[in-house]
């Protein structure tokens, strides 16, 4: 079955760093791949997502993901993290065999950002 | 609405109650989702609709719980004899496209907090 992995369920940085959240995915196809934030008391909203296509994928508020076949990772990075990137950041898989229409979370990660 | 809309934001129910949850998706968009997310966790797939079809309810976690969509817009889940167990967020979204999420973006409500107690 398809399952997503989300590396460290809570990663602090300062404004300003590098912002690093690690997903790995298990698939034998390379499934669609998503990044959703969620912000305190808000809906789920989506970042960006690997489709098919160039493997950089850029997203709003300047972030970005590379797909890696060969690790089976999509890694959101953004190079300068700032206060409203305070959030929850969930990795999500679409498997491309049987279910389709589903949406496969990862635990998520919450984000914080000290000045 | 500009967006998708669930009612109640927050519902406590007493164990062995019934309880109804309301999502009124985007107008138009033909598919919806009922996801559960749970204290910590990633929101779990539930269910999915294609305008008043039910097409996946493999995710449902038992027969107490059941979705509708009669005339293809407004959805309900439905949760009998509620357990402690069934404490989450539950999480709406709708999408314009009849393929689910899998070329186009699914918008989520706030969803419900409901609490058993």
């Known amino acids: 079955a398809q399952s997503v992995t989300q590396l460290g369920s809570h990663v602090s940085v300062s404004e300003g760093a590098l912002v690093l959240l690690r997903c790995n995915y298990s698939s034998s196809v390379p499934p669609y791949l998503f990044w959703y934030v969620q912000y305190p008391n808000q809906g789920l909203q989506l970042l960006l997502k690997y489709t098919t296509g160039a493997t950089l994928v850029k997203g709003i508020n300047g972030f970005e993901a590379e797909f890696k076949k060969s690790e089976t990772s999509f890694h959101l990075t953004k190079p300068s993290a700032h206060m409203s990137d305070a959030a929850e950041y969930f990795c999500?898989?679409?498997?491309?065999?049987?279910?389709?229409?589903?949406?496969?979370f990862g635990a998520g990660t919450r984000l914080a950002v000290h000045p | 609405g500009a967006g998708v809309s669930q009612s109640p934001r927050y519902k406590v129910a007493k164990r062995g109650q019934d309880v109804a949850l309301r999502c009124d998706p985007i107008?138009?968009?033909?598919?919806l989702f009922w996801y559960q997310q749970a204290l910590g966790q990633g929101p779990e797939f539930l269910t999915y609709?294609?305008?008043?079809?039910?097409?996946?309810k493999s995710g449902l976690p038992s027969d107490r719980f059941f979705a509708e969509r009669p005339e293809g817009s407004v959805s309900t889940l439905k949760i009998q004899r509620t357990q402690q167990e069934d404490s989450a967020v539950y999480l709406c979204?709708?999408?314009?496209?009849?393929?689910?999420?899998?070329?186009?973006?699914?918008?989520f409500g706030q969803g419900t907090r409901l609490t058993v107690v």
């Open positions: 609709f294609q305008n008043e079809a039910q097409l996946d």
């Open positions: 979204a709708s999408s314009p496209s009849t393929h689910g999420t899998l070329n186009t973006e699914a918008f």
């Open positions: 999500a898989v679409v498997p491309l065999s049987g279910g389709y229409n589903k949406l496969i």
């Open positions: 107008s138009g968009h033909v598919s």
